[in-house]
């Protein structure tokens, strides 16, 4: 049985083009994709602004939703993990953050991770399959139901990060196409300016999404300086390694507006990656690529037993980010959040844990 087409990944246009197919006319479709979008109603049923006839003629043809939440899990920092299943059973996560001022979401692009970066628990359930742009939208549709009920307006200022499972640039098509659905006005309104991407140095992408008219911020996960040692912890340094990586991000630079920044991201590993020396070696690497607009987030590691590496010392990331700083470098302490629900950077491996606090499926 072909599965019935998902609406929630459908531009305002497409979905127009789909209601000519059916005989209705452009605004039907307009109140479908206010009603999945701008009210977050996971049903055509919901929508009781559409005549009983229509929803059940929906109800035959398209399906709104295809992940259901298997689990969720609730830290001690109020983070949320939120395991999901796409309807041929790969498993999606995303999470909640919550921080004084604002909310930021994180959402998987894949299901699973082609990458197999060394230090990441991801890697570990390797590619299991590209997110549609339908699945990437849902997640996020359904954390802020749960966090601000459902259909509830979104607080604005409430980000994105496209940092969950897999590469977001592996799956570029997809996920572009996901956050201009999101931006649209008629619906989430949730503007580029509030996501981030994140790429573990997928090159051409890097230039792809340079071009891009409306774009995201950018983030570059780095964590080594020199080739010797990414190749080991991150194997895609094989094929794009660290010079031109960082060609590709001073060209994405040069496309900044003023005030602009982007950011690299530097996992510290202890003992293999967070000398003093390492973190002259990596001022010394932007400043051969004149790197200025960018600023170093430094992610103490998160450790898991399937992985062979331990966190640096607190004296240890201190002293990195204090060399980086001398340097003229701007670097920024992240501090772990769900660590306890593996809800942290490179924690997300589908893991259901009966010791996890688990409240409620759906
Ligand atoms: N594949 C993309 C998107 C994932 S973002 C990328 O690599 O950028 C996830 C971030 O968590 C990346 O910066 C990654 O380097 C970092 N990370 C992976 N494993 C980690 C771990 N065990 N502890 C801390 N950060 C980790």
Redesign the pocket.
């Known amino acids: 049985m072909a599965a019935r087409p998902h609406l929630t990944g459908y531009t305002r246009d497409e979905l127009a083009a789909f209601f000519a197919e059916l005989g209705e006319p452009r605004f039907r479709a307009d109140q479908v994709f206010r009603g999945l979008h701008e009210r977050r109603l996971t049903s055509f049923d919901d929508m009781t602004d559409l005549p009983k006839a229509l929803r059940e003629k929906l109800n035959e043809s398209a399906t709104t939703s295809t992940l259901t939440v298997e689990s969720k899990y609730t830290s001690v920092d109020g983070t949320r993990r939120f395991l999901m299943r796409t309807s041929d059973g790969n498993p999606v996560e995303a999470v909640f953050i919550p921080t004084e001022n604002r909310d930021t979401i994180c959402f998987s692009?894949q299901s699973g991770?082609a990458?197999n970066?060394d230090?990441?628990?991801?890697?570990k359930l390797g590619l299991l399959r590209n997110l549609t742009a339908g699945e990437i939208i849902e997640q996020i549709v359904l954390v802020l139901n749960d966090v601000y009920g459902a259909g509830g307006e979104t607080p604005h200022g409430t980000n994105l990060?496209?940092?969950?499972?897999?590469?977001?640039?592996m799956n570029f098509k997809n996920l572009i196409k996901a956050l201009d659905i999101m931006s649209d006005e008629k619906g989430l309104f949730i503007v580029p300016g509030r996501i981030t991407v994140?790429?573990?140095?997928v090159v051409p992408k890097i230039h792809e999404f340079a071009a891009l008219e409306r774009r995201p911020n950018l983030?570059?996960?780095l964590?080594a300086a020199n080739d010797e040692l990414r190749n080991k912890l991150?194997p895609i340094n094989q094929r794009w390694p660290v010079d031109e990586l960082l060609a590709a991000a001073k060209a994405f630079e040069k496309t900044l507006k003023r005030g602009e920044r982007f950011t690299f991201?530097y996992?510290l590993l202890g003992e293999v990656n967070d000398s003093v020396e390492q973190a002259e070696e990596l001022a010394r690497l932007l400043k051969k690529h004149e790197l200025r607009k960018v600023k170093i987030?430094l992610?103490?590691?998160?450790?898991?037993e399937q992985?062979e590496?331990r966190?640096s010392s607190p004296e240890q990331v201190l002293r990195f980010k204090e060399v980086l700083e001398a340097r003229g470098v701007s670097a920024y302490i992240r501090t772990?959040r769900g660590r306890d629900i593996y809800a942290?950077?490179?924690?997300l491996a589908a893991k259901q844990e009966p010791n996890l606090v688990q409240i409620a499926g759906r």
């Open positions: 692009s991770c990458l970066c230090f990441c628990l991801t890697a990060v496209a940092m969950g499972e897999g590469e977001p640039f994140s790429t573990a140095g983030a570059i996960s964590s991150m991201e996992v987030n992610i103490p590691h998160n450790p898991a992985l590496y966190p772990p942290a950077c490179g924690q």
